[in-house]
């Protein structure tokens, strides 16, 4: 059986270039099921629970189909 995908993404979303990052969820099957203070321990936990992690690139994308904006996490 193949593992699942998670998403690490920033929060808060914004379109703003000078927002600041608040905080990092885990997305799974699009529901934010894990927030964290950094991407790191985001990917780190999304790894120790067996998914294979995408780490969104810190910018104000939100293109889920886009693959430049998403970058493996191992």
Do not use: C
């Amino acid at each position: 059986m193949s593992k699942k995908h998670a998403y690490v993404e920033h929060r808060p979303t914004s379109t703003n270039k000078h927002a600041t990052t608040e905080h990092h969820v885990v997305i799974v099957d699009g529901k934010e099921v894990k927030k964290t203070n950094t991407q790191k321990d985001a990917a780190d936990w999304a790894i120790s629970m067996d998914f294979v992690v995408h780490v969104a690139r810190e910018r104000h994308l939100q293109d889920r189909d886009t693959p430049a904006h998403w970058r493996q996490y191992n």
